[in-house]
């Protein structure tokens, strides 16, 4: 058989037909638009794609190379790529594939994809490989998206307090996109998408059908822009499953930081540290240590000591305030309340010198621990009690350029300190707990993600263990504005639903019927119907779907 290629221009068309040698007539079987980047196709990828018609493509008529396989989608006649039965396809490198047009992934039996590089690691700069968070960026799409019949799967991921956790779908925040996506007959533990209303009225489609899902997050799906966003759930059972927020380790420490034996503290980093009320510490035989974010370094110790730390986090290592020395001398304010009324007994490590209204002067933060002697102007004190400064405190304080620059600790003392003290005062060690740790030893301790959990050690109370490890886990099962509308049927919900507003536009229903878990914060403001017919349309969607 003979093939004949058409090329129009630079950018040119493939048009392949069968020639005839008898009548010279050839049925046109398939045209596709391509690109200077696709032109090198080997004769073999041409022959599987004549074979498929133009009713469907498959992976295997690409070489299994996933991004060809969508693109020859979005600029052609063909809408389905077909995965053989039971077969599991690994898609290691991966971009958010830009659809414009109807895309259907379809299975006979239960195949499987799996995206991405195991053990990907998120927080490393330098790493050049393809792995975006999401599959499919829908942009301000207006389509239809369906797979059917296909379990989609995260490959291997390290353990984190926030995992890379990889979605299946997201699209614009901007106005006017609708269409229709719907994920039926699906195992996963990727999360389904973070999905935009693009209007009050024309609605976005989201369907859910016979899908198991155990993962961090499964679903964030906002009103921008109104009510137009419709989901539709029906025999699924969905499961939060919580990521660590602490690890055992052992570290060493030095004056200015921790470093770890085995792992790393990007176990613990996330979008929240340094940011509200959340911080990550180390906790260290019965002493803790903060770990400054960067925006610290930045905003307060290189602007005020005119110092050059570039990365708090060295993967293996942190940085942490001074660990202070018997005889050391510095600086530490006075603490007080909201209204700026002075709090007799108790200092703080970092000083707000713009609050204070005072020309800041050079000074590095120490880790101080509740046990450690002081002396002021001549008379000692005993810390009893450390802990952080209130998070609302924090927030309306300790900020440079819209960004936190970081808690500040407080530590109570044994006794008032004289109230003609100045704000800012200098302090003295008498006696250091944590000087002990730098013998060049490791020693074993916890690096803990406390989210906005509290983390006071005390001399006269011992809180445990428990308490010092206690903390919110990252990750919700659904994220949603109360705007959107719901109707479900026969699906558990078996995690956190957290609910927010947009503020914009009005929802257009919800109905629950023998469903489970939608609690926490789910408080629609109209009234939860426990019974009514499926969306018209997306039962329409489902059943081309299933016939596909």
């Known amino acids: 058989?003979?093939?004949?290629?058409?090329?129009?221009?630079?950018?040119?068309?493939?048009?392949?037909?069968?020639?005839?040698?008898?009548?010279?007539?050839?049925?046109?079987?398939?045209?596709?638009?391509?690109?200077?980047?696709?032109?090198?196709?080997?004769?073999?990828?041409?022959?599987?794609?004549?074979?498929?018609?133009?009713?469907?493509?498959?992976?295997?008529?690409?070489?299994?190379?996933?991004?060809?396989?969508?693109?020859?989608?979005?600029?052609?006649?063909?809408?389905?790529?077909?995965?053989?039965?039971?077969?599991?396809?690994?898609?290691?490198e991966y971009k958010a594939q830009k659809l414009k047009k109807d895309l259907f992934i379809v299975s006979e039996g239960q195949s499987q994809l799996v995206f991405g590089i195991d053990n990907y690691d998120q927080w490393n700069s330098r790493e050049d490989k393809k792995q975006d968070r999401y599959v499919f960026d829908l942009g301000a799409w207006n389509s239809r998206i369906g797979i059917v019949n296909v379990d989609l799967k995260s490959a291997v991921t390290t353990s984190e307090v926030q995992p890379y956790y990889r979605g299946i779908f997201k699209n614009s925040p901007s106005k006017n996109q609708s269409g229709s996506i719907a994920l039926v007959n699906s195992d996963t533990d990727m999360e389904f998408g973070l999905l935009y209303s693009g209007s009050q009225d024309d609605d976005l489609l989201v369907i859910q059908k016979k899908v198991n899902f155990k993962g961090v997050i499964w679903q964030e799906l906002k009103a921008n822009h109104g009510g137009g966003l419709k989901l539709v759930m029906e025999d699924c059972d969905l499961e939060q499953v919580d990521p660590p927020t602490y690890y055992r380790k052992e570290i060493v420490f030095t004056q200015n930081s921790a470093k770890l034996l085995e792992g790393s503290f990007n176990q613990i980093e996330n979008m929240f540290q340094g940011m509200g009320n959340s911080s990550n510490i180390i906790y260290c035989e019965g002493m803790t240590f903060m770990l400054p974010p960067n925006t610290f370094l930045q905003n307060y110790h290189n602007r005020y000591n005119h110092d050059t730390i570039g990365q708090a986090n060295q993967?293996?290592?942190?940085?942490?305030?001074?660990?202070?020395?018997?005889?050391?001398?510095?600086?530490?304010?006075?603490?007080?309340?909201?209204?700026?009324?002075?709090?007799?007994?108790?200092?703080?490590?970092?000083?707000?010198?713009?609050?204070?209204?005072?020309?800041?002067?050079?000074?590095?933060?120490?880790?101080?621990?509740?046990?450690?002697?002081?002396?002021?102007?001549?008379?000692?004190?005993?810390?009893k009690v450390t802990d952080r400064v209130n998070g609302v405190m924090f927030n309306s304080e300790y900020r440079f350029n819209n960004q936190d620059s970081y808690y500040s600790q407080e530590f109570k003392l044994d006794k008032a300190l004289p109230e003609n003290l100045p704000m800012v005062l200098e302090v003295e060690v008498i006696a250091s707990r944590a000087e002990a740790l730098m013998d060049?030893?490791?020693?074993?301790?916890?690096?803990?993600?406390?989210?906005?959990?509290?983390?006071?050690?005390?001399?006269?109370?011992?809180?445990?263990?428990?308490?010092?490890?206690?903390?919110n886990p990252f990750g919700v099962l659904s994220y949603n504005h109360k705007e959107i509308s719901i109707w479900a049927r026969n699906t558990k919900h078996n995690g956190f639903y957290r609910q927010s507003k947009s503020g914009i536009g009005t929802s257009k229903g919800y109905t629950l019927i023998n469903c489970q878990g939608f609690d926490d914060q789910f408080s629609p403001d109209i009234a939860v119907k426990s019974n009514g017919q499926m969306d018209e349309r997306a039962a329409e969607f489902i059943s081309f779907l299933e016939n596909l």
């Open 1 to 92: 058989m003979k093939y004949r290629i058409k090329i129009t221009n630079l950018s040119f068309d493939l048009e392949f037909e069968p020639m005839n040698d008898s009548n010279g007539q050839g049925e046109k079987i398939l045209k596709q638009h391509v690109t200077g980047e696709e032109f090198f196709l080997s004769s073999s990828v041409i022959e599987n794609m004549v074979k498929s018609s133009d009713k469907f493509i498959t992976l295997e008529d690409f070489e299994y190379d996933w991004e060809k396989a969508i693109e020859f989608t979005q600029n052609s006649d063909t809408s389905i790529i077909r995965l053989q039965n039971g077969k599991k396809y690994r898609i290691r």
């Open 315 to 383: 993967d293996t290592s942190h940085y942490i305030h001074t660990i202070p020395k018997k005889g050391d001398r510095f600086l530490m304010s006075r603490s007080y309340q909201t209204n700026g009324e002075v709090i007799p007994d108790m200092l703080r490590n970092v000083i707000n010198w713009e609050k204070l209204g005072l020309s800041p002067i050079p000074n590095t933060v120490r880790s101080l621990q509740a046990g450690d002697r002081i002396k002021i102007q001549g008379v000692e004190y005993l810390i």
């Open 440 to 471: 060049g030893k490791p020693h074993q301790g916890y690096i803990i993600f406390k989210y906005n959990k509290n983390w006071q050690t005390n001399v006269d109370i011992n809180h445990g263990l428990e308490y010092m490890l206690q903390s």
